[in-house]
């Protein structure tokens, strides 16, 4: 099925699902039973992107220096949450709130992705003791968000990520 993303691409999050039936040639019902909420759209869309930013950060894993493997790997999920509109809003998904049936099945496997990235920058003394994956997603998420309507959201997404990448230096 690629009508959803092409709808969640041209529409982000709030994409109708009815249009998304009319453009299938199929009932509302239909593609409700397919994503009975509209988390399950986004989560849908985002799949192989998620895994592709999961396999991305397991083939940074172990390379070059912490720090530098990280902020790649954290730059990669910022561009794709800038290019892909909903891919934020579907890692924002509070998994304990609207849907408590299911685990985030965007935001989960990124933070276990990124885990052993942070936790060799931590150790490394190049990020600071605390910060979480799930911190430096929810930074992400906001960047995007913040710029989704920018006239060039991918320029103040990566000038707003360079702000936050300053703040994450260890306090001397």
Known sequence: MCWPEEQ???HGASASLEQIARIAGVGSATV???????QALLEAVSRKQIE??????HDLTGAGEARSALLEWLTDVVNYCVR?????VALAHDAAGSDPVHDNACSAPL???G???LRRAIQDGAVTKGV???DLIALIVGIALATEHHPDPAAQAE???GLTVAGLNPQS
């Open 159 to 161: 000038r707003l990520f």
């Open 115 to 117: 885990k052993p990235l």
């Open 8 to 10: 969640v691409a041209a």
């Open 32 to 38: 409700r039973r397919h994503f009975p909420t509209r």
């Open 111 to 113: 933070e276990e992705a």
């Open 132 to 134: 979480t994956v799930a």
């Open 52 to 57: 592709a930013l999961c396999a991305r950060a």
């Open 84 to 88: 892909a509109r909903g891919l934020a």
